[in-house]
């Protein structure tokens, strides 16, 4: 099974999230139901390995913390960009759960993560290029600002990719304390 370790976000939020995803030709938008912040792919694994990950992920302990999604951005450069994203104001707490999660995944055994943490949900993949439009797409949005919300749990999801696109599954979920 396909693995990662993720946010979910409130109904509501997503809902705020999915109002973005219109005027730009050629967007693949993320269903709002898919909308997520992922805090570390773990990819493909056996049945053996998913269950050490569960392991490593019980161990961990945080906090609940506040969250605010704000700003949308680009991954990929201005020739060849990739996807659309909502940023998160810096967050220490966010920081913090996923180096506690990466540290306690390399102790399970995975390889650790060469990419840096760049805490983001995705809004859309662009298989063409948007052209102009792109540039005035982000401007137009980049005073977005969600009201913050509560983080009081983390979630490890599985992901199936069926004709109709990735289907993201909860397989266990991480509660935070007080
Ligand atoms: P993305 O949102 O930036 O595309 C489930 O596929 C989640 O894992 C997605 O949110 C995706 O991030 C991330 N993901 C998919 N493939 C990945 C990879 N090879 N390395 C890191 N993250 C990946």
């Not at 700003?71 to 966010?94: H, K, M, S, T």
């Amino acid at each position: 099974m396909r693995l990662f370790v993720a946010l979910s976000l409130p109904q509501d939020l997503r809902n705020r999230l999915g109002g973005l995803a219109s005027g730009l030709p050629g967007a693949r938008w993320v269903d709002p139901d898919n909308l997520h912040l992922t805090l570390r792919f773990i990819g493909e694994v056996d049945g053996r390995e998913a269950e050490d990950v569960d392991a490593a992920l019980s161990g961990v302990q945080g906090k609940r913390f506040s969250l605010t999604l704000s700003g949308v951005g680009q991954f990929g450069d201005e020739r060849r960009p990739r996807a659309l994203w909502v940023g998160v104001e810096p967050n220490e707490a966010l920081e913090r759960l996923q180096a506690k999660i990466e540290t306690a995944l390399q102790r399970a055994g995975l390889a650790p993560e060469k990419r840096k943490f760049k805490p983001h949900v995705t809004l859309a993949r662009l298989k063409t290029h948007p052209g102009e439009r792109l540039h005035d797409y982000i401007v137009q949005r980049s005073l977005f600002r969600a009201e913050p919300f509560e983080v009081d749990a983390f979630t490890l999801y599985s992901s199936y990719l069926a004709n109709s696109g990735a289907i993201y599954s909860p397989e266990a979920v991480y509660p935070l304390g007080g």
